[in-house]
């Protein structure tokens, strides 16, 4: 039987239609992810209007620098992906599965970065809830900023977490010999998920830390 | 499946564009622009999202389909952040009607 | 013609292990999978509606005590909503027929199809078991504060179920989505696509844009209740009308949801039963995707005495009034349609006449709630409920019944009892009536919603409510037992039995499990009315 054979699902015609059907079938689903964390970004965007300096004040408690190396570790993490997709494309299983290993290193650091951070959120009593402690006058709203911060970079984190789950599985397949030039729509559009999830970062890096750090 | 493989070398010159917007949108924060601020911080997201999307995850190179859902989605969000935002922003506006009056 | 039933291979006889059905990835098996799930909640949810309604013939309400009724009239909402209106045609009907309509063997991504079913029954279980351990109480609409921080009633548990069961219809709308773009047969293009597909695809669009955002307001409650973030708390300066948005965001247009797959199922019945091509097939096709298109725009129109801006308001208001455009033109292309035609009155065709003229009531009421000044006296009241009853019962599953009709000799091979199926639509038709016309007088007299009780002078009217409850219920009744009946009783049905057109009838009933012997070739235009006499059955 040929690989295209096996690798050809009932319903389809051809491989090309089922790549098609996959490719898009992954946007639709980035779509509905956008309008999910979009209710978090509406929200923020109301109460960082209606409360300007508590948000400032709130933004200037998260550590710069950690946030800016979350962020350039997620950028050179899509980079990684990106040259796992092609070199699935090209056919070379061994770069495929290198690139697909430091993908998910650099994924793990960036939680490993997040959990630091968190941690130091409990120390300085920064977490919502009966222990959060702020100066005055901005107590009350900052609250709302934590807790924004908390949904929207927890919410954030658990994605990766499943997109370190796809990539094991997508690393498992790729030690198993099962992607070719010709057939390797699961790497493509499992990038496309890690990327969207890199995508979100790229907007909540500025919005959660870089407000008014000029003053 | 597209038959383009693109050159690992765009890539590296897409995540070399990303890194100095990152070091960037950083840098400006701690500049002064007023209100200016978020608007170039939003600003420079935006850059760094639209070269994922056309160049990490190949748009570039596909069909106008995938920009229609795209731009769907993006328009959705604008919608319900849009439509939030101008609620709350006009909602201290009262209307006071003029008092009628009985000179002619 | 095709071999009996009995002996030939078809999607119901090809296994009939348990294990078939519970593992299958066939689209016609998933969709009766689905038919038995949303009946079981469809009678839970109407038992609690019964409750309700004995409770409210006295105006002391004595039959359940205050708390109760709250959380009565929430799992009522809840899961005839979540669990019944929502999936009912699009996961029923929707599953079986988009394949076999557009030529092709499966929906794209058939495991995926199982596991929305399973997700369905995973959040059913959810919402189930909160109502179990006592219910909830603060309305389906689940309002902030009182949803996030005040109530003492299973918020966290009915959230998780409601939040679950979005992911089915959101992964069914994929599902159909690209189905329809990527797996049309030859010759298949979008404008001879029957208008029920048209309006399947626009549903999804719903489902893909507007299901997440209640995901995410579900999602914010349960942080705000379990991890005592603070979201919606006005104690912190959370604004309660935020949540209002992010819910209504989704729920407006989830009524679309509601009613679309509807309106797909009379386009296709009032066709065939005026052995007449559909008037305006691209009007119909456009104003499917307008309605969710508009519908997004107009939620604001729940909160207009809520604290939200006038100017809002306002826009929300005109905004409503421009949704009605493109349902309007429905119907008007619907009577045009039957204008000229040779009409006949078989079950179907009385289920797709009973939603045209309630749909409109249904309809032009809502334009009275969208009108700012009437709202303000109407909001909350009676009136509201016998409008949203209008188009999801009277409309909404009306359609379901018509189309369930239209389509049973295709989906079990067998047909059932005519003079039955018309018995059963007049009786529901008159008890929906008396059921809910009632409100809209109630509604306006001042009565108003979720409450237990009511001042003695609207007794009359209630009672007259309820007694169209019990014959309402009769309605439904009788076609699930003429249906159960005419599986193992009633003769079988041929391919064609109405002679309509489309793909579907041209297969055999029931479909074989790949659906087609061979894949077709489309050349001709949709509706080419009138064919050759029905078969005789």
């Excluded at chain 1, 090209?90 to 630091?116: E, P, Q, S, W």
Aim: charged share 10%; with cysteine.
């Amino acid at each position: 039987m040929s690989e295209s054979a096996i690798a050809l699902a009932h319903q389809f015609e051809d491989l090309e239609q089922q790549h098609r059907a996959g490719w898009l079938g992954m946007w639709i689903f980035l779509a509905t992810e956008v309008m999910f964390f979009g209710g978090m970004f509406a929200g923020y965007a109301l109460y960082r209007t209606l409360y300007p300096a508590a948000f400032a004040e709130g933004s200037r408690q998260l550590e710069i620098a950690w946030g800016a190396t979350n962020t350039l570790v997620l950028i050179c993490s899509s980079l990684t992906m990106a040259m796992a997709v092609h070199q699935a494309e090209v056919g070379r299983r061994g770069r495929l599965i290198g690139y697909l290993v430091g993908t998910m290193a650099l994924g793990v650091m960036f939680l490993g970065i997040k959990g630091i951070e968190y941690a130091h959120k409990f120390e300085h009593h920064l977490v919502p809830g009966s222990g959060f402690e702020f100066p005055a006058p901005f107590a009350r709203n900052a609250q709302i900023f934590f807790s924004f911060y908390f949904a929207m970079t927890g919410m954030h984190a658990l994605h990766m977490l499943v997109g370190l789950g796809l990539l094991t599985a997508l690393l498992i397949r790729a030690w198993q010999n099962e992607f070719t030039p010709g057939h390797h729509a699961a790497v493509e559009i499992t990038g496309l998920y890690w990327h969207f999830v890199d995508i979100v970062w790229i907007f909540l890096f500025p919005l959660l830390y870089l407000i008014e750090r000029h003053r | 499946m597209n038959e383009h493989v693109i050159p690992p070398r765009l890539y590296v010159a897409i995540w070399a564009a990303l890194v100095v917007l990152t070091l960037l949108t950083t840098g400006i924060a701690y500049v002064d622009l007023g209100l200016f601020n978020p608007i170039v911080a939003l600003t420079i997201a935006v850059c760094k999202a639209t070269l994922v999307v056309l160049f990490f995850m190949h748009v570039y190179y596909r069909t106008r389909l995938t920009w229609v859902f795209i731009a769907a989605g993006v328009l959705w969000l604008g919608l319900l952040i849009g439509f939030v935002l101008t609620d709350a922003l006009s909602r201290g506006w009262i209307l006071t009607p003029a008092p009628w009056t009985t000179a002619v | 013609m095709s071999t009996p039933a009995a002996t030939r291979k078809h999607y119901l006889n090809a296994d009939f292990s348990l294990k078939s059905w519970l593992l299958t990835t066939d689209h016609k098996r998933i969709a009766l999978l689905y038919l038995f799930s949303v009946l079981v909640f469809f009678s839970l949810g109407a038992v609690f509606a019964a409750i309700m309604r004995l409770n409210l013939l006295t105006p002391q309400g004595d039959l359940v005590q205050a708390e109760t009724y709250n959380k009565l009239f929430t799992m009522h909402g809840l899961i005839m909503i979540f669990f019944f209106l929502i999936p009912s045609i699009p996961a029923v009907l929707g599953n079986f027929l988009i394949p076999i309509m557009i030529g092709a063997r499966d929906v794209a991504f058939p495991r995926l199809n199982l596991a929305s079913w399973y997700i369905f029954v995973l959040g059913g279980l959810f919402t189930i078991s909160a109502a179990l351990s006592g219910g909830v109480d603060t309305g389906w609409t689940f309002y902030t504060p009182f949803s996030s921080i005040y109530s003492t009633s299973h918020v966290a548990l009915t959230v998780a179920g409601i939040f679950v069961v979005g992911f089915s219809s959101i992964l069914t709308g994929l599902n159909f989505m690209v189905t329809i773009h990527t797996m049309r047969a030859p010759g298949m293009t979008w404008f001879r696509m029957p208008l029920f597909i048209w309006s399947m695809y626009a549903t999804s669009l719903i489902f893909i844009l507007g299901t997440p955002v209640l995901a995410i307001s579900l999602v914010l409650i349960g942080v705000e209740r379990l991890l005592h973030l603070g979201i919606f708390d006005p104690r912190l300066g959370g604004d309660p009308l935020l949540f209002q948005h992010l819910f209504w965001f989704y729920s407006h247009p989830a009524v679309y949801v509601m009613i679309l797959p509807g309106m797909g199922v009379v386009s296709e019945i009032i066709p065939c039963f005026a052995r007449k091509k559909i008037f305006g097939y691209h009007f119909i096709a456009f104003s499917s995707l307008a309605i969710a298109v508009i519908g997004f725009l107009v939620w604001g129109h729940h909160m207009f005495v809520s604290g939200q801006s006038v100017y809002a308001g306002m826009a929300f208001s005109a905004l409503s009034f421009l949704v009605a455009v493109p349902s309007a033109i429905k119907v008007f292309n619907w009577t045009a349609t039957l204008y000229g035609g040779a009409v006949s009155f078989d079950t179907p065709m009385l289920y797709a006449f009973g939603f045209i003229g309630l749909f409109t009531i249904g309809g032009l009421t809502g334009l009275f709630l969208a009108t700012l000044g009437m709202d303000i006296h109407v909001h909350d009241t009676y009136f509201v409920i016998a409008h949203f009853h209008y188009i999801m019962v009277g409309s909404a599953v009306m359609g379901f019944l018509g189309g369930l009709h239209y389509w049973w000799p295709k989906i079990t091979g067998k047909m059932y009892p005519e003079a039955w199926g018309r018995v059963a639509a007049l009786i529901g038709f008159i008890g929906f009536n008396l059921t809910f016309f009632p409100q809209f007088i109630l509604g306006y007299l001042g009565m108003p919603r979720r409450y237990h009780m009511y001042p003695p002078e609207f007794q009359t009217l209630n009672v007259l409510s309820t007694a169209g409850a019990s014959i309402l219920g009769v309605g439904y009744l009788l076609p699930l037992l003429y249906l159960l009946w005419s599986l193992r009783y009633a003769p079988a049905a041929g391919a064609n039995p109405w002679g309509a057109t489309g793909l579907e009838w041209q297969t055999p009933s029931p479909p074989p499990t790949e659906n087609f012997e061979q894949v077709p070739v489309v050349g001709e235009e949709p509706y080419t009315y009138p064919t050759m006499e029905a078969e005789v059955v």
